[in-house]
């Protein structure tokens, strides 16, 4: 089983139907787990919520609360690149092509991994 507390602060990919209009993963930011519910943010969520007039500027930092009752799946990209490569190197053949534009898992596998993730450094102590 998944855990999510590694992917706070970081970008997966989440479906919820009733709020997105449709069951396609949409990127977003893990900013905080509950036990009912993800706290999440990102353009996609902020495009999404429902404006007459013109979106005002302060709308792209907004996070919002989803059950988890609404949330069809989620998934941390990263972990699916590291399979992808693992796959890749054991010999399997390549995913092949997906949707139009979509590209295949593989080669954004390969993106992913050469992005060098930022080094938590624990403080140094002062004596």
Do not use: H
């Not at 949707?99 to 080669?107: I, Q, R, V």
């Amino acid at each position: 089983m998944a855990k999510l507390a590694p992917c706070l602060n970081k970008t997966i990919l989440v479906s919820i139907p009733a709020f997105f209009g449709d069951d396609q993963p949409q990127p977003c930011t893990l900013i905080d787990i509950e036990i009912s519910g993800l706290w999440l943010a990102g353009e996609e969520i902020a495009s999404s919520l429902p404006f007459d007039d013109e979106r005002p500027d302060w709308l792209m930092g907004v996070s919002v609360f989803f059950p988890f009752s609404q949330i069809a799946y989620l998934y941390d990209p990263a972990q699916l690149a590291r399979l992808t490569l693992r796959a890749a190197k054991a010999g399997l053949p390549e995913v092949p092509q997906g949707e139009k534009g979509k590209g295949n898992l593989l080669s954004k596998a390969k993106k992913l991994q050469t992005k060098k993730p930022v080094a938590n450094k624990p403080p140094k102590n002062k004596r």
